[in-house]
């Protein structure tokens, strides 16, 4: 124990007894070890859930040409460009031919793309249900993307309303489906959490 000398006012002829960092730390291991229950219900009041994955660092698609992908990305979204460099040589020792550009987000993660001329890759217009990109802007972006896509003459449909978040959706070169989605508030009686898990194990039940 860490003796504390000082007399505030008011104590006159006492020494106060204070508890070291290492005392404080022996004494609720040595509860905690007890009562296992209560380091839970401890850690949930008073930190953040640790999640081993910290972010989306970069996702990663192929592209037909870099230079219409660019156009896309940097001036129409607005997302700069941040990182180019060749491959000449696979990790296997393999020679190729590509080049890998990054596109970043606010928060620093980044949108990837390969152009990779002598590798045959199905280019098609995508589904919806089979590959988008949705990314979070304001409301008020939401409505300026929207008017500019259609001035743009790229193809653009919405706004959806999908209950927690609203939505727009573009196509880039490459054929992707780019969402650009605001978040909205929702009603405090709903748990979004539960309820994904409800809704998953009813089509779990009824899909097998």
Same mark, same amino acid.
């Given at each position: /124990?860490a003796r504390?000398?000082e007399n505030?006012?008011?104590?006159?002829g006492k020494?106060?007894?204070?508890?070291?960092? %290492?005392? &404080?730390?022996?004494? *609720?291991?040595?509860?905690?070890?007890?009562?296992p229950?209560l380091?839970?219900?401890?850690r %949930?009041r008073?930190?953040?859930?640790r999640y081993m994955i !910290?972010?989306l660092h970069h =996702? %990663?698609y192929?592209?037909?040409?870099s $230079? $219409?992908?660019? %156009? *896309?990305y940097?001036? *129409?979204?607005?997302?700069p460009l941040?990182?180019?460099?060749g491959?000449e040589?696979s990790?296997?020792?393999? $020679?190729?031919?590509?080049?890998?550009t *990054?596109?970043q987000l606010d928060?620093?993660?980044?949108?990837?793309?390969f152009?990779?001329?002598d /590798?045959?890759?199905?280019? !098609?217009t995508?589904?919806?249900?089979d590959?988008h990109i949705?990314?979070e802007?304001? /409301?008020?972006?939401?409505?300026a993307m929207f008017?500019?896509?259609?001035?743009s003459c &790229?193809?653009?449909?919405g706004?959806a309303d999908?209950?927690?978040?609203?939505?727009i959706y573009f196509r880039?070169?490459?054929?992707?489906v780019?969402e650009?989605t605001?978040?909205?508030?929702?009603s405090?009686?709903? =748990?979004?959490k539960?309820?994904a898990h409800?809704?998953l194990? !009813?089509?779990?039940?009824k899909h097998?």
């Amino acid at each position: /124990m860490a003796r504390y000398r000082e007399n505030p006012a008011g104590i006159q002829g006492k020494t106060l007894s204070l508890p070291t960092k %290492a005392h &404080i730390k022996y004494s *609720f291991e040595h509860l905690t070890n007890f009562t296992p229950h209560l380091t839970l219900r401890y850690r %949930a009041r008073n930190k953040k859930v640790r999640y081993m994955i !910290k972010g989306l660092h970069h =996702n %990663a698609y192929r592209c037909r040409n870099s $230079e $219409e992908t660019r %156009a *896309f990305y940097e001036d *129409f979204l607005g997302l700069p460009l941040v990182r180019a460099f060749g491959i000449e040589e696979s990790k296997t020792g393999r $020679e190729t031919e590509a080049l890998h550009t *990054f596109y970043q987000l606010d928060d620093g993660s980044a949108l990837a793309f390969f152009e990779v001329p002598d /590798m045959p890759f199905e280019f !098609k217009t995508q589904h919806d249900y089979d590959l988008h990109i949705a990314l979070e802007v304001t /409301m008020d972006d939401l409505l300026a993307m929207f008017e500019k896509g259609k001035q743009s003459c &790229i193809e653009t449909r919405g706004i959806a309303d999908h209950g927690f978040i609203k939505s727009i959706y573009f196509r880039d070169p490459n054929g992707y489906v780019i969402e650009l989605t605001a978040p909205v508030e929702e009603s405090d009686s709903i =748990n979004p959490k539960k309820s994904a898990h409800d809704v998953l194990k !009813k089509w779990s039940d009824k899909h097998g």
